[in-house]
């Protein structure tokens, strides 16, 4: 079952009824100013963190879950009767309710009794603000005289102390009124700089800034008092719950149209300029106010929004493919990119199920997060590189994560996860590979954000693969530390405490656990750290780099295969995980998945038995188990992995995140129906149709999806960010479709399913328009290649000598 439908040509998803299974999000901005918005308007805003700079408070796991957000009531002022456009939270019988959920914006509209209203919520580019563009027209046959009401409830900054100081909080509340416009100036008067406003377009009749004047004694959103009397009360916060509210008359004849503009935005002032008179206690308000009355105007604000289609025209027009599979060409084209930026941005921080406090931009998550992104803003890239790099411990090893604001390494969310220095290798090559911008290679950057302590970046990378050097346990794999790529494999743990974190608890300095995930990535990060040095002309540096992966693949050969598959890691006792010994956890989807997409296996066969693992064991119909059996009971020297009702998260759901892994995997060994196969089983647009049992939204990827296990096989969680999101996106961009960067220029290798005639594609490459059609001619994967109609050798199209800007590549596959 469907609650909407793909609208391509507009680059929306379109909702057609407000009751989703789940709140369906978007985000609004792609800078600095962020919001998320569900389809019936629910959500918060931030200015860059948000955890430490929330504009609008949100409460989480609210009932009904999503309750709290940027919410327009329309009042008819003769019956007294109000609702709300976007049903919540009212939850009238609307007709016609339709979200459109586009590329930074969302627009919601219903008709109820014959008033049609619609409201476009967006950031513009480069500004800290947000509008909500309201259009209400009279359907009925007489006039109309109607109360708008706009509404927010104001967060104090810090999400965190928001929601548990309230005895300091409910008493420091502070707001400004002037002109309409309501400023949240709490905490300015002492060490902030920073305050936010709510304005409106219309005339303002009344306004309230106090929750309560609001909505009455014991009351909620969904029956405000204020609007059930017809007039808000004009209150002043002091302490308590400072909110922004409107009332705007409009007086609507037949057929009439009336627009109402609404700016939420966050401004900043010079700490010497914050008060004027300068010795008041008043906001300055000099610079903030140009920018509101631009916003106010609906020409500046049209124009803003077609700025704004035009960008996002521009970032998916870097890639643009035509298969034959309709899944694939709305995901690459539209959802899977936007998706892209939408993690980069956020890294794991706010979403519906990252509450925006829990978690700051992940060391691990931000570099991979680049494989997907790095084509559409490489500036942004090179910045989110040096800025990870930069909090990189001496050691080489990492900080799991760092807060966006201050750019600090995040001690509380703890270190020693023995896999993240090697993600900045793997990001660093993608940026590489994408730009040829081998300047970055020399930029100095300090360790642990200390001054003095700066190397050149290559330094850094080269750290990152000592760090492996310098852990390796007894049968020479690398030391597993805290946690590998799966945060829940807590081999050194040991936690026997209720509400331990296992993130962050003291865990035993294990000097026996090894992880054979991370071998494999070191195999990977090797490589590409010999091919940089390479090109860097160290020679023999870089032979010294491949010799080590020789010898890390030898290793994995002799003490990490299990006879049908690859192991998954030696516990604490130096006993098997992920072998055919054990009695559950036998077999794991992610040494499967990446020793193979490294090439691990691929002349000897393992890699091959490996993959016939992964269909036999863990492959279901609605994508690939991370392990199998999954573990029935807690075991105290596993961790958290254990510590999961069977099917859930990594104690064997589909973690979407590694599924990827395994179709590049597919395409190495040439079988290009079983990687798409795998694509499209965990393709939201080609799940839409499940909607019902899928319940997260279908236009983005979700973490995870229940395993075989659990009672709710096919349900999807924890949507949007996700490592999925890049991870599919480069694996069905460059190794399915094959449109591969490199250093020397663009490679096009496809490896599609047999039934596909072939397929068309456009990308934009360090400035070149490369035009590309392949045909099928054969089965198999052979790919010649033809470069303005001349044929080339080899699989690599070097950009063109003449500076041409334009290149046209055919390739036949025989
Ligand atoms: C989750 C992981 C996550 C980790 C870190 C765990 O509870 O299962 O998926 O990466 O927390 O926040
Ligand atoms: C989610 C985390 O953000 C990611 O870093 C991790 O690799 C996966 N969970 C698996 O545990």
Redesign the pocket.
């Known amino acids: 079952m469907r609650f909407g439908y793909f609208d391509d040509k507009n680059l929306e998803y379109v909702i057609t009824r407000p009751d989703t299974p789940l709140p369906w999000i978007n985000y609004l901005g792609c800078q600095a100013y962020f919001g998320i918005i569900s389809n019936t308007a629910g959500g918060y805003s931030f200015h860059r963190d948000a955890r430490l700079r929330r504009i609008t408070r949100y409460r989480y796991n609210n009932v009904p879950y999503d309750f709290g957000g940027r919410y327009i009531y329309l009042r008819d002022d003769e019956s007294g009767e109000f609702w709300s456009p976007s049903w919540q939270p009212t939850r009238h019988d609307l007709e016609d309710y339709t979200c459109r959920h586009g590329m930074g914006y969302t627009l919601i509209g219903s008709r109820y009794k014959g008033i049609v209203a619609h409201t476009n919520y967006f950031v513009p580019l480069d500004e800290n603000l947000e509008i909500w563009q309201l259009t209400v027209t009279n359907h009925r046959s007489q006039r109309a005289s109607l109360s708008v009401f706009s509404t927010v409830e104001f967060c104090l900054w810090d999400a965190q102390d928001d929601a548990t100081n309230f005895q300091r909080n409910f008493s420091i509340g502070q707001v400004e009124i002037e002109d309409g416009v309501i400023y949240h100036k709490t905490e300015y008067r002492e060490r902030r700089d920073h305050f936010a406003y709510f304005a409106c377009s219309g005339k303002v009749e009344a306004f309230d800034t106090q929750r309560e004047a609001l909505v009455g004694p014991y009351r909620s959103w969904d029956k405000p008092l204020a609007l059930e009397r017809g007039r808000l009360t004009n209150s002043v916060a002091h302490g308590w719950a400072p909110i922004g509210a409107h009332q705007s008359k409009v007086e609507l004849a037949p057929g009439e149209t009336r627009q109402i503009i609404f700016v939420l935005g966050y401004h900043e002032n010079p700490r010497d300029q914050k008060f004027d008179p300068p010795d008041s206690q008043i906001l300055n308000k000099r610079t903030v106010k140009p920018v509101i009355a631009k916003y106010l105007d609906s020409a500046h604000v049209d124009a803003a929004f077609q700025n704004l289609r035009r960008y996002w025209q521009g970032l998916l027009g870097i890639l643009q493919v035509d298969t034959p599979d309709v899944h694939t060409n709305r995901m690459v084209n539209i959802w899977n990119a936007y998706q892209c930026m939408a993690t980069f941005n956020m890294s794991r921080s706010a979403s519906f199920y990252e509450s925006g406090i829990?978690?700051g931009l992940g060391f691990r998550d931000s570099n991979q997060d680049l494989l997907g992104f790095v084509q559409m803003v490489p500036s942004r890239a090179r910045e989110r590189i040096l800025d990870l790099a930069a909090t990189q411990l001496p050691t080489g090893g990492a900080y799991h994560q760092y807060q966006p604001l201050t750019k600090r390494g995040n001690n509380d969310v703890g270190g020693n996860f023995n896999d993240d220095p090697h993600w900045l290798i793997v990001g660093v090559a993608a940026y590489l590979k994408e730009t040829g911008d081998v300047s970055i290679l020399d930029e100095p950057v300090p360790y642990d954000n200390q001054p003095g302590s700066e190397q050149p970046l290559f330094e850094h990378l080269q750290r990152s693969f000592q760090y492996t050097l310098d852990r390796l346990g007894p049968h020479g794999l690398p030391l597993i530390g805290r946690a590998d790529w799966n945060?829940?494999l807590n081999l050194n743990c040991f936690s026997d405490t209720p509400g331990q974190s296992?993130?962050t608890t003291t865990n035993k300095d294990g000097k026996v656990a090894e992880s054979v995930f991370i071998a494999g990535l070191f195999v990977l990060a090797g490589r590409e750290l010999a091919d940089i040095t390479e090109r860097r002309g160290l020679a023999a540096e870089a032979k010294s780099y491949l010799a080590q992966v020789t010898a890390m693949e030898d290793t994995i050969r002799r003490h990490g295969w299990d006879g049908e598959w690859f192991l998954r890691a030696y516990d604490d006792f130096g006993r098997k995980i992920g072998s055919k010994e054990c009695s559950e956890g036998k077999i794991f989807i992610e040494t499967q998945g990446f020793c193979v997409l490294a090439g691990i296996g691929l002349a000897d066969g393992m890699a091959v038995k490996s993959l016939e693992s992964v269909a036999k064991y863990l492959a279901t119909e609605h994508g690939i188990i991370l392990q199998q059996p999954a573990y029935s009971r807690y075991y105290l020297e596993l961790g958290?992995i254990s510590s999961?009702p069977p099917g859930y998260?990594?104690n064997a759901g589909i973690f979407c995140h590694n599924n990827p892994w395994v179709m590049i995997a597919e395409t190495r060994v040439g079988n290009g129906d079983r990687a798409h196969d795998y694509y499209s089983r965990i393709n939201p647009s080609a799940r839409e149709p499940i909607s019902d049992l899928h319940r997260c939204e279908p236009y983005v990827y979700a973490?995870m999806i229940a395993g075989r296990d659990a009672p709710a096989h096919g349900e999807a969680k924890n949507s949007w960010l996700t490592g999925t999101a890049a991870w599919n996106y480069y694996a069905i961009t460059q190794w399915m479709l094959g449109i591969r960067t490199y250093y020397d220029g663009l490679q096009i290798s496809p490896v599609i399913p047999k039934g596909w005639r072939g397929f068309k594609a456009t990308r934009i490459f360090r400035g070149v328009t490369y035009h590309i059609t392949i045909e099928r001619a054969g089965e198999g994967n052979h790919v010649a290649l033809q470069v303005d109609g001349v044929p080339i050798k080899g699989v690599t199209v070097p950009p063109p000598a003449d500076g041409r800007k334009e290149v046209w590549v055919k390739g036949t596959l025989t």
């Open positions: 829990g978690r945060d829940c296992f993130q958290e999961y998260k990594e973490q």
